[in-house]
């Protein structure tokens, strides 16, 4: 098979979710894919190597393994992240590390691990998830969204500095979307406690934003969306999948911040 014909990707986060979408529709686009997480990933055709973005070890090594087997590693899909609900006031310094240990310091690790290999190949696309909330941050979630909001520029500036080697990148901004993300989220624990002075209203705007999660857009469109900068010889720096969360994008723009944010206030 010829190296333009065959097309590997390295994905994490490939157990559940939009992680899990993507594998199955890389692999019915005829990608070679290979995905880590902690759990397994239930696509059979996919190559699951078990391990977690945080240990730099398991890293290096789902690449070697990429390098050793296929020869070429054509993209990168950082799916891998999870959530931390609670207010501010009420968040250990241990519970915000866990918001930006997987979700920002565990992508990182897997962009830098692969980038000396798309240098040395001449090429490469990296995909990025980051969210709606790095634009339009939300309460409760203040830490995630500062943690999709450093996605979203690392992903801008990143270009800038390996455009010389053909290596691209792309951040995709995901809204509401069902998946195991929900179940997933963890609560910081003073958050929880009848003496918090935010417990009450946390919950009731958490609670708010799980349902339209449960009730948000299917995996496969995030999936769709990824796919298709994958299949661009230049990608788009940032995708909003969803007419009506590009809209709503769109809006945020041209709309003052003081307005935006007292609209966001009133709704969570
Ligand atoms: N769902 C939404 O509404 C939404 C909206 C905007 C953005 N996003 C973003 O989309 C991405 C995917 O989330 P999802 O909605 O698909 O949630 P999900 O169903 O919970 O999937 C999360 C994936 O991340 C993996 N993961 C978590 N910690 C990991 C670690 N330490 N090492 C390796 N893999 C790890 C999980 O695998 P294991 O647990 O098996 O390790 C799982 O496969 C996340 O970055 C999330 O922030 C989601």
Redesign the pocket.
């Known amino acids: 098979m010829s190296k333009q014909a065959k097309r590997v990707a390295l994905l994490?986060?490939?157990?559940?979710?939009?992680?899990?979408s993507t594998v199955r529709m890389l692999i019915g686009r005829n990608w070679t894919v290979y995905t880590?997480?902690?759990?397994p990933c239930p696509v059979a055709e996919a190559r699951f190597v078990q391990?977690?973005?945080?240990d730099e070890t398991s890293v290096r090594l789902v690449i070697q393994t990429v390098i050793a087997e296929q020869g070429q590693l054509d993209a990168l899909i950082c799916?891998?992240?999870?959530?931390l609900a609670g207010a501010v006031e009420d968040c250990t310094s241990d519970e915000v590390a866990y918001q930006f240990?997987?979700?920002w310091f565990?992508l990182d690790k897997t962009i830098r691990a692969c980038l000396p290999t798309m240098r040395k190949q001449g090429g490469g696309t990296i995909i990025t998830?980051?969210?709606?909330?790095a634009v339009v941050p939300i309460p409760f979630q203040t830490y995630?969204s500062a943690a999709?909001a450093a996605i979203l520029h690392y992903t801008k500036a990143l270009p800038l500095e390996v455009r010389a080697w053909n290596i691209r990148c792309s951040c995709i901004?995901?809204?509401?979307?069902?998946?195991?993300?929900?179940?997933?989220r963890r609560y910081a624990v003073a958050s929880q406690s009848d003496e918090s002075a935010y417990g009450v209203k946390m919950k009731d705007s958490v609670g708010r934003m799980e349902r339209d999660?449960q009730n948000?857009m299917s995996?496969d469109k995030?999936a769709r969306a990824i796919c298709r900068q994958l299949d661009k010889r230049h990608p788009a720096i940032s995708v909003v999948p969803g007419w009506n969360y590009k809209l709503f994008a769109l809006l945020v723009r041209i709309l003052p911040n003081r307005f935006v944010l007292r609209v966001v206030g009133m709704l969570y």
């Open positions: 994490t986060g490939g157990s559940s979710g939009i992680g899990l880590m997480s902690r759990r391990g977690d973005v945080n799916c891998a992240g999870n959530g240990q997987t979700t565990g998830i980051s969210s709606v909330a995630y999709k901004l995901p809204g509401d979307t069902k998946t195991g993300f929900t179940a997933a999660e948000g995996p995030i």
